[in-house]
């Protein structure tokens, strides 16, 4: 093959959606390092940090030579699709996403998820995880529009939509035979 495997993927898309186990399977068959922009962004209780200090975070972050970055952020997508060889624009119907969230936040019992900071836990049955779970299921009306504008300057060819588990699996094994 004339192409190299890419070095820098940028995973976007909807909550519930499969773009951190996406992003740890590319990892792993890449043997890049996955950054989940979720463990850098929030604090304990999802607050959101300091925009000063989340930007200089998100520019060491961005920074690295090679990464599977993991996260919408669209305040900071732009430099990252720049520098990314690949946008994958991950993809679903929004009641599919929101009961996978349900699903997961049910099968976590209290734990943060490895993709979660440190004191992030989505508690079902609390008024912020009701309004986390409809803010997915607004996601392809209210937000999949902002994360198309960010898109708009980069290449098309360096973009890839994903809209099952199929196209992500055979995504990963079209790029794994690239290395």
């Known amino acids: 093959m004339d192409q190299p495997a890419p070095q820098r993927i940028a995973i976007i898309g909807i909550c519930g959606g499969g773009k951190s186990t996406l992003a740890r399977r590319l990892g792993d068959v890449l043997h890049l390092p996955v950054i989940h922009l979720d463990q850098h962004h929030h604090l304990p209780g999802f607050l959101p940090p300091d925009p000063d200090v989340w930007r200089a975070t998100y520019e060491t972050l961005e920074a690295g030579e090679s990464w599977v970055m993991d996260g919408n952020y669209t305040s900071v997508a732009r430099s990252r699709f720049e520098r990314a060889d690949l946008v994958l624009h991950v993809r679903a119907p929004a009641l599919v996403a929101a009961i996978r969230v349900v699903r997961r936040a049910l099968r976590s019992r209290g734990i943060p998820r490895p993709e979660s900071a440190p004191g992030c ?6 008024p912020q995880f009701r309004s986390f779970v409809w803010w997915v299921l607004c996601f392809n009306r209210r937000q999949r529009p902002k994360l198309e504008r960010a898109l708009a300057g980069v290449p098309p060819e360096r973009i890839v939509r994903v809209s099952s588990w199929v196209e992500a699996e055979a995504l990963v094994a079209r ?3 690239l290395r």
């Open 121 to 126: 836990v989505e508690q079902p049955f609390t």
């Open 175 to 177: 790029l794994a035979a």
